[in-house]
């Protein structure tokens, strides 16, 4: 049954750095601190586990020893999906009754093994994994440790809290992307982000008054102190760099545009906001960019959901037949 009204949680919270376990617990006490305050979701920022690898924007591509060196750490604390680390967060939800959404770096462990997606995992209330969205496109340097995620993981999961989705970071800033999560029927939007700008609380307004949606925007706190106890060897890149590395500054938007709360800024915290679905559906009236208000004898957007995995296992038994001369032929049999 839906609910027509409650509470939704943004959390602003420093990972462990580089340590996926430490960072998993942290999760997890911090979902429960959520639903003992009433809240129905609780919702992470982008690559909380074990971190956001901030030195990409510090270190120079062309110190090789010291990026690979990194590269292979965070790989190392990555997260398998599904895995130990999601199935503490899925027993947790659980515990708590709760949704929740948590960005983490995913290891490719169907294919090489060696390659991350920035990634965002969905569970719900009954602590099943409702799937994942991986970023379609990393931002600059991100591409050197993120590889581009899979359009089929583009996707609108409809629970008993409404039609939940998002976007990580610079991805809403992709017109139709946007546009296809609107068209999804998307009610809560989250928008988990490493951008701390004025600007991006501008984006966040806009998203929730184009789409009629509520807007979770979660950001990361991250201290210089932080990342130079547990890396050392960044000391040298960081010292032009302020005690904050991030300050966060997250958010919660509602679907006229309106701030209910936040920016939560320099500091940890928990942002709360009350959803009310009959609200949000009555601002339909006046626009609705993927119903009345769309032009589709005009405008068409077509989407990928077929998955391209780098590897395909096909069943059976193969052996090799020469025809017609030089011609080989591989046959299956089933």
């Given at each position: 049954m839906n609910l027509e009204t409650f509470r939704i949680a943004s959390i602003q919270a420093a990972p462990v750095y580089m340590d996926r376990e430490a960072t998993v617990e942290k999760a997890c006490k911090l979902i429960a601190t959520v639903a003992?305050?009433?809240?129905?979701?609780?919702?992470?920022?982008?690559?909380?586990?074990?971190?956001?690898?901030?030195?990409?924007?510090?270190?120079?591509?062309?110190?090789?020893?010291?990026?690979?060196?990194?590269?292979?750490?965070?790989?190392?604390?990555?997260?398998?999906?599904?895995?130990?680390?999601?199935?503490?967060?899925?027993?947790?939800?659980?515990?708590?009754?709760?949704?929740?959404?948590i960005g983490v770096n995913e290891r490719n462990i169907n294919a090489s093994g060696g390659t991350l997606f920035n990634t965002l995992i969905y569970i719900d209330s009954a602590g099943n994994l409702l799937g994942r969205h991986q970023k379609l496109v990393p931002t600059a340097p991100e591409r050197t440790i993120w590889a581009y995620g899979d359009p089929s993981t583009l996707a609108v999961y409809d629970t008993d809290l409404g039609k939940i989705g998002g976007l990580i970071c610079h991805e809403n800033y992709m017109?139709?992307?946007?546009?296809?999560?609107?068209?999804?029927?998307i009610e809560i939007y989250f928008a988990p982000t490493y951008d701390e700008s004025e600007a991006w609380q501008s984006t966040l307004r806009h998203i929730g008054r184009e789409?009629?949606?509520?807007?979770?925007?979660?950001?990361?706190?991250?201290?210089?102190?932080?990342?130079?106890?547990?890396?050392?060897?960044?000391k040298p890149y960081y010292m032009n760099v302020n005690e904050w590395i991030n300050t966060g500054n997250s958010m919660i938007a509602g679907p006229n545009g309106?701030?209910?709360?936040?920016?939560?800024?320099?500091?940890?915290?928990?942002?709360?906001?009350?959803?009310?679905?009959k609200m949000l559906r009555g601002t339909k009236w006046n626009l609705d960019v993927a119903g009345h208000y769309a032009?589709?004898?005009?405008?068409?957007?077509?989407?990928?959901?077929?998955?391209n995995p780098i590897l395909a296992v096909r069943e059976g038994i193969p052996h090799t037949d020469i025809v017609k001369g030089d011609e080989e032929e591989v046959l299956y049999k089933e």
């Open positions: 003992r305050n009433g809240a129905r979701l609780a919702a992470f920022t982008e690559s909380f586990i074990p971190t956001y690898p901030d030195w990409i924007w510090n270190v120079p591509a062309g110190q090789l020893s010291l990026n690979q060196q990194l590269y292979g750490e965070l790989l190392e604390q990555s997260v398998v999906i599904p895995g130990p680390a999601t199935d503490r967060l899925c027993q947790a939800a659980k515990d708590a009754g709760i949704y929740v959404v017109p139709l992307v946007r546009y296809s999560l609107y068209a999804q029927g789409g009629r949606v509520y807007v979770v925007g979660c950001g990361m706190v991250l201290r210089k102190e932080d990342v130079i106890e547990h890396s050392v060897q960044l309106e701030i209910l709360a936040g920016p939560l800024n320099k500091e940890e915290g928990i942002l709360y906001a009350d959803v009310d679905l032009r589709p004898d005009a405008f068409h957007l077509t989407i990928s959901k077929t998955p």
